[in-house]
């Protein structure tokens, strides 16, 4: 009987991972908290951060919830780079030199990892990002587009709102008044859908002095952006767009 391989048993090591940590109750400003994690190569930063909650320090506090690229909860910075943590893989970084992890930048640090996100939010709803049509679509039909139409936004349809590209631009470091590049990426959506109808006025919004001319096209949100968007590029087409008074 011919023999069948039996798979090799994943190695276990030791990893230092040192993690910002910030008590507003106790803390003025925050410190670098060290931790050895005992992690496999197929772990992700989030299974490691998961690790210390658990088995050695409980008040670690961090958000996550869907652990797989989609609910764009855990952007974080790891090793001064903005990633998501559950897509991270402790594999792909230099494990001989300590991981670095601590707070996106540029919103308000509440504890720890977690930033407070109600700046980013309002910026986003400000670009109105949600379907406005004036006329109604005919009774039992659904509103019609070219396959053609789909695509010229369809790369920012990809965004979970996890924040890693607005945090990573340094003019939303310096000017928190800048809508920054996520909720430019949301108009964008919108601006370019053929089945909407209030792209001037969206466009009127990111004319203002915090809009898309604070942009100094630096790429480092189309860097950070773990779904891959072309964001400096949306960017473009929106300014492109602003000077033409339409889409
Ligand atoms: S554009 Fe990319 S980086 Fe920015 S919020 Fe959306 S998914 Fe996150
Ligand atoms: S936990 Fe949902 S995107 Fe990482």
């Not at 910002?20 to 060290?34: A, L, V, Y």
């Not at 050895?36 to 409980?58: C, M, N, P, Y």
């Not at 996550?64 to 893989?89: E, P, Q, W, Y």
Request: charged content about 30%; overall charge neutral.
């Amino acid at each position: 009987m011919a023999k069948t391989a039996t798979p090799s048993a994943v190695q276990a090591f030791t990893i230092q991972l040192i993690v910002s940590r910030f008590n507003p109750e106790t803390d003025e400003e925050s410190r670098w908290e060290s931790f050895d994690v005992e992690v496999f190569s197929t772990d992700r930063v989030l299974d490691a951060l998961h690790k210390i909650k658990w088995e050695q320090d409980g008040s670690l506090t961090f958000r996550r919830s869907c652990a797989h690229g989609v609910c764009g909860s855990d952007a974080m910075r790891i090793n001064g780079r903005n990633r998501l943590a559950c897509k991270t893989l402790i594999k792909d970084l230099d494990i001989t030199k300590p991981i670095y992890v601590e707070a996106i930048k540029g919103l308000p640090l509440e504890k720890d990892l977690i930033v407070d996100m109600e700046p980013f939010f309002a910026a986003y709803r400000e670009v109105k990002p949600f379907l406005i049509a004036n006329s109604k679509p005919e009774k039992g039909k659904e509103r019609l587009q070219s396959i053609e139409n789909r695509e010229i936004f369809d790369d920012t349809t990809k965004c979970i709102l996890c924040a890693a590209c607005t945090t990573s631009c340094p003019v939303f470091w310096t000017d928190g008044q800048y809508f920054g590049p996520a909720a430019i990426v949301n108009a964008h959506r919108f601006i370019f859908d053929s089945r909407d109808d209030s792209a001037k006025e969206r466009l009127e919004i990111l004319n203002d002095k915090e809009g898309v001319w604070r942009c100094r096209t630096t790429f480092n949100c189309s860097e950070a952006c773990p779904r891959g968007i072309q964001v400096t590029q949306a960017i473009s087409e929106v300014k492109a767009a602003v000077l033409r008074g339409r889409p």
